[in-house]
């Protein structure tokens, strides 16, 4: 059984690719990446230019590198209507995200989107550190989100 996930937030540049990599590492620490199928996208289209999508943001870049990701090969890329069908799981980093897809794919029949946050037992978004400059605390946060859910989804596969 593979399980697909996208990762959502608004560019595409910051919160969505941190965790992409995040769970890309946490998966194959683990062993089971052939378990999964993961990617990220954006609500919008602001950091997608002549149809080709801008790296991850430096400051989100340097974050992953510090932690011994690599995301050079990222591109931002929007979310497109053919997503809700082929991942299991879409998941938003904050409120604005999950309403901007729920909105997209007609109020989410099969509940396939969700908040990062929500499998740590906190319900409330990652605030998007593009605007607050914190990008510590929006990869500690992103982390423990990416933990969680794998903490969840490793509980479900049993």
Same mark, same amino acid.
């Given at each position: 059984?593979?399980?697909?996930?996208?990762?959502?937030?608004?560019?595409?540049?910051?919160?969505?690719?941190?965790a992409?990599?995040?769970?890309?590492?946490?998966?194959?620490?683990?062993?089971?990446?052939?378990?999964?199928?993961?990617?990220?996208?954006?609500?919008?289209?602001?950091?997608?230019?002549?149809?080709?999508?801008n790296?991850?943001?430096?400051?989100?870049?340097?974050k &992953?590198?510090?932690?011994? =990701?690599?995301?050079?090969e990222k591109?931002?890329?929007?979310?497109?209507?053919?997503? $809700?069908?082929? $991942?299991?799981?879409?998941?938003?980093?904050?409120? =604005?995200?999950?309403?901007?897809?729920?909105?997209?794919?007609?109020n989410?029949?099969?509940?396939?989107?969700?908040? &990062?946050?929500e499998?740590t037992?906190?319900?409330?978004?990652?605030?998007?550190?593009?605007?607050?400059?914190n990008?510590?605390?929006? $990869?500690?946060?992103?982390?423990?989100g990416?933990?969680?859910?794998?903490?969840?989804?490793?509980?479900?596969?049993?």
């Amino acid at each position: 059984m593979t399980i697909k996930i996208l990762f959502v937030c608004h560019g595409n540049i910051c919160r969505s690719p941190m965790a992409e990599y995040i769970f890309r590492k946490l998966v194959s620490n683990a062993g089971v990446s052939d378990q999964f199928v993961i990617a990220s996208a954006a609500t919008s289209s602001e950091e997608i230019w002549n149809g080709r999508g801008n790296p991850v943001y430096p400051a989100a870049k340097q974050k &992953l590198y510090e932690h011994g =990701m690599n995301c050079d090969e990222k591109r931002a890329r929007q979310i497109a209507a053919k997503d $809700y069908a082929y $991942y299991d799981l879409l998941i938003g980093m904050d409120e =604005m995200n999950i309403r901007n897809m729920q909105k997209m794919f007609h109020n989410d029949p099969d509940r396939k989107i969700h908040l &990062l946050l929500e499998y740590t037992g906190i319900f409330r978004g990652i605030s998007d550190p593009w605007y607050s400059g914190n990008f510590d605390t929006a $990869y500690r946060e992103i982390e423990e989100g990416c933990i969680a859910l794998f903490e969840y989804l490793t509980n479900k596969l049993k």
